[in-house]
């Protein structure tokens, strides 16, 4: 099974909301506004370690926390965590963690859902941050050139794997996510303080991970244990550009940009 991304990872709102926040661009009543709409409404009680939301990001500032960063890990690729193992075993279960740099140890945000209500009324959910003790400071992503490389690798090697097993005929929507649509809409949970360039290559991100959640759900037209096999390597190489491409995206925060729009 591939790993999924949602449109936007709970921990990737908090990150780009959070640091423009830390950063004097925003306040703090925007970041909490942006996380419930992200997340699930007003009504969804979220917390930071063991306090509400709200005062738990102003115990981070307290702590001395400067900027957030995004981490999407998976099992296999722990890329970007900062150890002890227990903290990353936490993090890969999650899927996505928020690293606080500033602190003395650095911190780790791991969020948890709690799911509210029956599907049929409309279920909210909440997420409940826990913060812990990192070990280092790992290195930042390779940057939003770098990213925006890899993705557009993947996509063609992706594009050219599932026409050669002739998936694409079997589901159009897949090869129609794969094309490239010039300007994308501006991803939404970066914050005041990113470039234009980030908001574009996270809202490709976004739009390919609908693409990965479309593939997984189904083998496709694949049929033989070795067209399956090749299926999956070919949508793990795009799943693995698309995590990175949405950390390239958030790390690319700078407080010199908060003036420019996202593109439209």
Avoid: K
Wanted: hydrophobic letters at 45%; aromatic letters at 2%; one cysteine or more.
């Amino acid at each position: 099974m591939l790993p999924a991304l949602s449109a936007s990872p709970r921990s990737g709102v908090l990150t780009g909301w959070g640091n423009a926040w830390l950063a004097g661009l925003v306040g703090l009543d925007d970041v909490i506004t942006q996380v419930h709409c992200a997340l699930g409404g007003e009504a969804a009680p979220h917390t930071l370690g063991d306090e509400p939301l709200v005062l738990g990001l102003g115990a981070l500032r307290a702590a001395g926390a400067e900027r957030l960063r995004l981490v999407l890990p998976v099992p296999g690729d722990a890329t970007g965590l900062p150890g002890p193992p227990e903290v990353n075993r936490d993090a890969i279960t999650a899927g996505e963690a928020v690293l606080v740099l500033g602190p003395n140890p650095p911190l780790v945000l791991v969020p948890g859902v709690v799911v509210h209500g029956p599907a049929v009324e409309g279920r909210l959910e909440s997420v409940h941050w826990r913060v812990l003790s990192a070990g280092r400071i790992p290195p930042p992503s390779a940057g939003l050139r770098a990213a925006e490389h890899e993705l557009s690798d993947a996509i063609r090697m992706t594009t050219a794997a599932l026409l050669h097993l002739d998936i694409a005929s079997a589901r159009p929507e897949v090869l129609a996510l794969l094309r490239d649509r010039g300007e994308e809409e501006p991803g939404p949970g970066l914050g005041p303080g990113h470039p234009p360039a980030a908001h574009a290559l996270l809202a490709r991100a976004e739009r390919l991970s609908a693409l990965l959640d479309l593939a997984a759900r189904d083998d496709g037209a694949a049929v033989t244990a070795s067209e399956i096999s090749r299926r999956t390597a070919a949508l793990r190489s795009l799943s693995a550009a698309v995590r990175r491409a949405y950390e390239a995206a958030y790390e690319a925060f700078d407080p010199s940009y908060a003036a420019v729009r996202p593109p439209r």
